[in-house]
């Protein structure tokens, strides 16, 4: 394992540009939850210059402070200096993996299973996948929890079981053809990303975000057997299996013949915008990179720009409200296009969401690894969302679909709020339903 | 570097409790700087009390043991005011956040000091009340930290500045006692206004605790303009010629050619980057006399050598010829790695020869300097854009700030607006106030503290 110090390597202009004024203090949720300076984006900031001044020793309470933050770069948008808080976060959480300082053997092997193991290799993740169906759709599932079977397990991850997401029955690959060609062609060619937990979960959400391309006049190219974007790897401090993974995405696709790639999932696209950085000093991928993060655009992003046609039917839904993945409004910052698109559904009245771009506490993987914080974040979202008062709460991330489906579940049917769906959907809908009954739901 | 005794932080403990006290490298390393470029020293240990009592007995134990003490609250100040000293401890407010009341009979609102500021104006919203003052960072700052520093912002001229909504605050003395100066009265004049002397002391004489504010109705109206010049000359005499019609408007900001060049160049708003300077006027008030005002000022504006003026027909168009002024601070942040922003501040008069001065220096030091700021009361922001690690450039930086500094003086003026002295203006101070009236300074200072207790240090050795 290298041992240079990532954090004293990094350019280190870009620890400077942060000016600590404090502005990114009140957008920060987890400062506001504690009020303690090391638990804000300036503080973190701060311990980070003091690991690369040689000022601090890299260590356990450093850890624990890099995986404290959530990662929403809500600061990102707040900072007047522009600060690229998404490079230092990941070098600083790739230092601390680095220095060994939190290397416990049960944490150690299930970050090797799922980031080394499971997430690298495409074809073992369906599998997965396909087992995880079976067990759910057979109703073991729910025997397994009569029988108390998760009483074996440690309290932490038997909570956790119940918020396992429901496998889809097919997935992406089995939906979308290769190459599927419109109707009424405008010349675009693009290349669709399907995902991974997209992919297993969410495949009718890729189907949708297609037929809504094809609605629009673009050809849809989709690779087989896709893998997962190394969002997960780099900001969990593994970026080699984060570079490894990128080259692999962008030999993918034909990257000449397509005017853009697509993507449907904010925290997905927020890292694949960011090959060009990840891959700067490959001799091989280097450029290619660059050209590729040009070409990514978010589903919203894209349809916005090709100024799509407007539904002329109804998405069957009356009332919607809308939450933003924090790596799409923050990461990518598109914001006023996922609520263009809902506001342009005949018959749907959009109503704003407070705090709408307040992190849900999904954040990747920190439901997992920061369970009780995750819990406080979802617990105030679900309460704008009693707020908002609107019977749809559409989003566009898969992390913040299950965390909403979760949150909503669990207050039943007394919350105003039953259906999460994401505005790809409702628009697919829309359009389906313009062909009359024989077109809903049926490619 | 000096740490606190392990039998100090126990008894700290005791009186808090234990996860109210910061003693690790990691918790430090983050209290080790505020706002203010180029500043930094790690405390001894940080605390956070909940309540004025608690906040005397820290202040008790820190006297009997000889440990300095600085104040803090959200860290936003910009001349390092509430930058630690070596092995002190840091009594940070934050936690004490609770707004006590809204008084609509008597116009008043009394808040913990660790309230945001906005969270105060915001309250006063809800009742169709006001508080001024809006010092750039009220997102995040703290009305204690507001009163300790007497903040200012965009509004100075019309509504003046923080120490003029002060009605009166509980305060912990350096000797640990707790008392209360002011209160809801309007006309109050028994003895000494004590209350006077604390407001702007930047945590030298005291820690405030709880604040009495006076608040206003809330203006019904708000019309935003937008007045492009050729020549800094005469947005100053139109500034003149509006004052001179009898008309205060709550805003008249000011961008010079630099600043609008970055602007353009980070937010692409459209604007001309030939222009000597952008100006940006708002009037507040009853509708009727807004939309009268508003014309005249548009007219004066025009009739001072405007290039092109504009006026929001809504709060949305309003919020579109703000956002160069709003940008303003993002876009010079931008440009290098080392943003210092100073305020040193002019009779109105003076305003357009000082920005034309700072430009000449600029160029004679080869250095880049972008200059904004509140041209209804003289208050300037030149923003020095650079890098710290620099050496070279900075003591350019230096050389450049004391020809500044100088100017200032001569012409009468403030080496800062609403910043304070803190440590980076402490050594132009004595140039400024003249030795009797620093001597008078520090003789307060000794007289309550003579002990050197708060704050040592800062605005004077």
Redesign the interface.
Known sequence: MASANLLQSLD??VL??C?????C??TCPTYVET????N?P???I??MR?VADG???V?K??SD?MYYCLGCLACQTAC???VNYAELFETARAEVEQAQVDDGMQRGFWRWLSLNVIFMRPWLLRLIGRVLHVYQSTGLDRLMRKLRFFGLMPPSLKKLEPQTPKIAEQFSDDLIWPEEKPKQDRGYRVGLLTGCIQDLAFSNINRDTADVLLANGCEVITPRSQSCCGSLHAHNGELELARELARRQIDSFDLDSLDAIITNAGGCGSHLKTYGHLLHDDPFYAEKAKQWDKKVKDIHEWLVQIRFRKPTASAGVSEVTYHESCHLCHGQKVVSQPRQILASIPGLTFKELPESNWCCGSAGIYNITQPEQSQKLLDRKVANLRQAAAPVVATSNPGCHLQLANGLRSCGSSHPCQTVTQPVTLLAQAYRAEQGPQGMGVS | MNKIEARLIQSLKEILSPDRVLTSDEDLVPYSFDGTAALKQRPGAVVFPLTAEEVSECVQLARRNDVPVVTRGSGTGLSGGSVPLDGCLVICLVKMDKLVEVDEKNLTLRAQSGVITKEIDDACAKVGLFYPPDPGSMKISTIGGNVAENSGGLRGLKYGVTRDYVMGFEVVLPDGTLTFLGNKCVKDVAGYSMKDIFIGSEGTLGIITEVILKVLPRPKARKTMLALYDSMEDAAKTISAIIAAKIIPCTLEFLDRVTVQCVEDYAKIGLPTDVEALVLMETDGHPVVVEEEAAQMMALAKANGARDVRAAADEAEGAKLAAARRNAFSALARVRPTTILEDVTVPRSELAAMVAFIDAVAKKHKLQIGTFGHLGDGNLHPTFLTNERDHEEMHRIELALEEIVEETIRVGGTVTGEHGVGIAKKNFLKRQLGEGSYELMRSIKKALDPQGLLNPGKIFD
């Open positions: 280190y202009s400077q540009q000016m600590h004024c404090g502005m203090l009140p009020k303690m300076e090391r804000s300036r503080g973190r701060s311990l003091a000022d601090l020793q260590t309470a450093l402070e007047p200096a522009g």
